[in-house]
């Protein structure tokens, strides 16, 4: 039989169904291998986004989400309204002082990156993350951003250039963006 263009392009672009997205199950996912690569909250307060930070977060494959300060922890039914069970999937701790645990995960080893807009900042297309390199990407609270002590004594601050009369992204969105790349370098 042949078939046009159109009737390839019709096939080519049909939506996965249910069984073609099955993966992990939460269990599995949450001891199976993960990239070097976690993520801390900085007193993010909107506990949307901490969901979304979860299910970004399980979506790449992030090996740790660090909520810090006054962000919110599972579980709590607005975290779970927008992680749609991430939480279960994705490791998670709480700590009070997230400088001290960033100054911590430095002493490990890990690369602290602060995502942030701030003078010497790298775009974030122009960041190239090194090989065997374990990465820390801190995200700040929704109005005041990652403590400027945070910012202070990472590694580096990488920025999401925009355009627009807005001066920032959600967190959530700034997040996932900066996690996507992160991923696909890494991976």
């Known amino acids: 039989m042949i078939h046009t263009f159109k009737e390839n392009m019709d096939q080519d672009r049909k939506k996965k169904d249910i069984v073609e997205l099955t993966r992990y199950s939460a269990g599995e996912f949450l001891h199976s291998e993960k990239l070097p690569l976690r993520v801390l909250a900085d007193n993010v307060r909107s506990m949307h986004n901490i969901g979304s930070i979860f299910r970004t977060s399980d979506a790449f494959s992030v090996d740790e989400v660090i909520l810090a300060g006054i962000s919110g922890t599972p579980p709590h039914p607005e975290i779970?309204?927008?992680a749609l069970g991430a939480e279960e999937s994705v490791r998670w701790s709480h700590v009070d002082d997230a400088v001290a645990e960033?100054?911590?995960?430095r002493e490990e080893g890990w690369t602290v990156l602060a995502l942030e807009q701030a003078h010497g900042s790298v775009p974030l297309s122009d960041f190239r993350p090194a090989k065997g390199e374990k990465y820390l990407l801190v995200v700040g609270n929704e109005?005041?951003?990652v403590n400027q002590e945070i910012v202070d004594i990472c590694d580096r601050v990488i920025e999401?250039?925009?355009?627009g009369?807005?001066?920032s992204l959600n967190v959530s969105a700034s997040a996932a963006i900066a996690l996507w790349h992160l991923f696909a370098a890494i991976r």
Not at 160 to 163: D, F, K
């Open 80 to 82: 779970a309204k927008t």
């Open 102 to 105: 960033v100054r911590r995960l």
């Open 143 to 145: 109005v005041h951003g």
């Open 160 to 163: 999401i250039p925009q355009c």
């Open 165 to 167: 009369a807005k001066h």
